[in-house]
Structure formats: C-alpha cells, structure tokens
C-alpha cells in the first residue's frame, strides 16, 4: 500500500522555483540560475542542477565533443596509417610549401578542394619529380592536422605485393588489408597510379584498381590521384575502366616540373 500512497503523493506534487545566485565550481564566477523545487511525500526538495555557469557548461560541451571527434579519428587512423607517405612526405605542408609557375594552378586547386563538401576526386598529373605526390601529401597532412582519417595507399606498391602473392601468402594478406583500407577511407590518396606497366596482362591491375575505385564511388568516398600519364596512357596501364570510374566528376590539374630542381634544404630531415 506504501506504493500507492507515494504514487498519490506524487500527483498532487507542488512544485515552484527561485532565482538563486550560485560559484561556478570551474571558474569560480558567481552566477545566478533558475533553482527548481519539487515537493515529494511532503518535503520539499530542490531539483539537482549543474554547478557550473553557462559559459563554462558549453566550454564543457564543446570539450567533450572534440575529445569524441579526437577518439573517432584515432580509431580510424589506427587502421588506416601506415608506412608509404615515407618520412621525407611526412614532413611536407602547405606552410612550407615552394610555389612557382609550374605548380601554382595545381596549389590552387588544391587548396580549393580541401575547402569542398562533399570532395569530388582530384586527379594531379604530372613528370616525375615535378612534385605531384608532395602536393598530395599537403593535402593529406592537412587533412590529418584538421583530424580527418585519410589513408595514404603507392599504387606501385599495391601491384608489387599482389604480384608477390602470385607465390607468397603473408604478401597477399597484406595487400588485402591495403586494398580494404583503399576501398573504406574517408580520403584516399592512390599515389603514382600506373607507375609500374602491368606488361601484356592488364586484367588483374585493371580488376584491382577498378574494385577500389567502384567501392569508393559506390559510398561516393573522394579520391586523390598522382600520375605521370594522361588518361589515354593512363588507361593502357590501368584499363579504360578504371580511369573512367575515377575520372568521373573529377577535378583534374597539370603540374609541371621546376624551372630549377628542388634544393635539398626544402625536404624533410629523414
Ligand atoms: N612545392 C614544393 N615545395 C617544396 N618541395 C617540393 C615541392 N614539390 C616537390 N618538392 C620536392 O621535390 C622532390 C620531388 O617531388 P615529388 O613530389 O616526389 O615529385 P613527383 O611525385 O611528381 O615525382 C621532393 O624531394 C619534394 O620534396
Ligand atoms: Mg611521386
Ligand atoms: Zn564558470
């Protein structure tokens, strides 16, 4: 019966409320907060509130969520970093980044790219040494600076690997993981694609690079793309199907290689 009572105690509750003045228990302020009562088996009991001032109850707030945006990202790069952006590209930025007339059209684009919602796919051409995949690792290391997984995948290494799995099963496992991680990505830079001929038979690169590249336009997931060829030639090493999957809708920019070489002291300790 004591249920009952308690249940019809509670319906005829009384409730009220009064402007208190309160110390914020973060930065000591005094602040003032509207404190509720409600009345319950006949005693008056006041509603538990934040002890914290509105500014510093959103600072909170705010905390907690970059903390969640931090461990979300921690979580995919766990699975998607790994060892090909090499040292020398780690350490490449847009801060450091030398622009001349060869590579100005390409920053741009670039630069214009990070800022799109959604990405469409970037495809960056150029001869080698003209600084197409430090180009792509500025746009990858800014990505990651701003927290935003993105894996970076050599394209000659994928081909490399699935080769040696012809004979050895522990390379074929990776280049499974590889090619996962290049399917899933949010980002995926595919560095130097069609750098290594696949020779007479282009069907398995082809089926290789055509399963990443319809995974990621499938979830509509963008990719950057260096290469030294231009679609024609790009497609003789890669198939015509491939380079039409990530051509579709794609931003694509030339670059150049510098009048002068690149001097030492602009890379990277290693
Ligand atoms: N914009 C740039 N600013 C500074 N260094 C650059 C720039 N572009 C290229 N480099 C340097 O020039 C060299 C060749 O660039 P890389 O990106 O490897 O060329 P690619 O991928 O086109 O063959 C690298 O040592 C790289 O660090
Ligand atoms: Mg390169
Ligand atoms: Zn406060």
Same mark, same amino acid.
């Given at each position: 019966?004591?249920?009952?009572?308690?249940?019809?105690?509670?319906?005829?509750?009384?409730?009220?409320?009064?402007?208190?003045?309160?110390?914020?228990?973060?930065?000591?302020?005094?602040?003032?907060?509207?404190?509720?009562?409600?009345?319950?088996?006949?005693?008056?009991?006041?509603?538990?509130?934040?002890?914290?001032?509105?500014?510093?109850?959103?600072?909170?707030?705010?905390?907690?969520?970059?903390?969640?945006?931090?461990?979300?990202?921690?979580?995919?790069?766990?699975?998607?970093?790994?060892?090909?952006?090499?040292?020398?590209?780690?350490?490449?930025?847009?801060?450091?980044?030398?622009?001349?007339?060869?590579?100005?059209?390409?920053?741009?684009?670039?630069?214009?790219?990070?800022?799109?919602?959604?990405?469409?796919?970037?495809?960056?051409?150029?001869?080698?040494?003209?600084?197409?995949?430090?180009?792509?690792?500025?746009?990858?290391?800014?990505?990651?600076?701003?927290?935003?997984? *993105?894996?970076? !995948?050599?394209? /000659?290494?994928?081909?490399?690997? $699935?080769? @040696?799995?012809? +004979?050895?099963?522990?390379? &074929? #496992?990776?280049?499974?993981?590889?090619?996962?991680?290049?399917?899933?990505?949010?980002?995926?830079?595919?560095?130097?694609?069609?750098?290594?001929?696949?020779?007479?038979?282009?069907?398995?690169?082809?089926?290789?690079?055509?399963?990443?590249?319809?995974?990621?336009?499938?979830?509509?997931?963008?990719?950057?793309?260096?290469?030294?060829?231009?679609?024609?030639?790009?497609?003789?090493?890669?198939?015509?199907?491939? *380079?039409?999957? !990530?051509?579709? /809708?794609?931003?694509?920019?030339? $670059?150049? @290689?510098?009048? +002068?070489?690149?001097?030492? &002291? #602009?890379?990277?300790?290693?």
């Amino acid at each position: 019966m004591e249920r009952l009572d308690a249940i019809v105690d509670v319906a005829s509750t009384e409730s009220g409320s009064e402007i208190v003045t309160a110390t914020c228990e973060r930065c000591e302020q005094p602040f003032e907060y509207e404190q509720h009562y409600v009345r319950y088996l006949g005693e008056t009991r006041p509603v538990p509130v934040a002890t914290l001032c509105p500014a510093c109850r959103e600072a909170e707030l705010n905390a907690q969520v970059l903390e969640e945006k931090r461990r979300r990202f921690d979580r995919a790069m766990a699975r998607y970093r790994d060892g090909h952006l090499g040292s020398r590209l780690a350490g490449a930025s847009f801060a450091a980044f030398l622009e001349g007339p060869h590579n100005a059209a390409a920053l741009e684009m670039a630069q214009r790219w990070l800022g799109q919602a959604p990405r469409p796919n970037l495809l960056i051409v150029g001869p080698v040494g003209s600084g197409k995949s430090y180009l792509a690792a500025c746009i990858h290391n800014a990505l990651l600076a701003g927290q935003q997984p *993105v894996h970076w !995948l050599n394209a /000659g290494s994928l081909v490399t690997r $699935i080769r @040696r799995g012809f +004979t050895d099963p522990e390379a &074929t #496992a990776r280049a499974n993981r590889w090619l996962e991680n290049a399917e899933t990505a949010p980002v995926l830079v595919l560095d130097d694609l069609g750098k290594v001929h696949p020779g007479k038979d282009v069907s398995w690169v082809e089926e290789t690079f055509y399963g990443i590249a319809e995974a990621r336009y499938r979830d509509e997931l963008p990719t950057v793309v260096t290469t030294e060829w231009k679609s024609g030639a790009l497609a003789e090493r890669v198939g015509a199907s491939v *380079v039409s999957r !990530l051509a579709h /809708g794609a931003w694509a920019v030339g $670059i150049d @290689r510098p009048p +002068t070489p690149y001097r030492r &002291t #602009a890379e990277a300790p290693r």
